[in-house]
């Protein structure tokens, strides 16, 4: 089992960063892609982003290539999303996930609240 805690969500300004934490633990952080999701009001979950195991390999959405970055620190147990020029429309619950022993993300975290205003 592994168990997703994130944190460093908030409220910030368009235009304005924000970096957002997950700390993992259970099972061998370093064996197991991550990712990061997020969900609007209203609207389905979407990816955001991806990081793989130990490589460090990305991937993301078109609408945050160039402002967002994924990273991870494997002695920490930590994966980060750091948020530039942030939009409005980046407003959502963001989660993190892992994928471990499956083709898809199978542990979650509770999510966190960011809200960009305007």
């Known amino acids: 089992q592994v168990q997703l805690v994130e944190s460093g969500g908030g409220l910030v300004q368009a235009g304005g960063s924000l970096r957002l934490s997950c700390a993992a633990s259970?099972?061998?952080?370093?064996?197991?892609?991550m990712a990061w999701f997020r969900q609007a009001p209203k609207k389905e979950r979407e990816f955001v982003a991806a990081i793989s195991r130990s490589v460090g390999s990305t991937s993301y959405v078109d609408s945050v290539k160039g402002r967002f970055t994924i990273s991870r620190d494997n002695a920490k147990n930590t994966v980060y999303l750091q948020m530039n020029s942030l939009k409005p429309e980046d407003t959502a619950v963001y989660y993190c996930?892992?994928?471990?022993?499956?083709?898809?993300?199978?542990?979650w975290g509770q999510g966190t609240q960011v809200t960009v205003s305007s």
């Open positions: 996930a892992a994928r471990l022993y499956s083709n898809e993300y199978n542990f």
């Open positions: 259970g099972g061998t952080f370093s064996t197991y892609p």
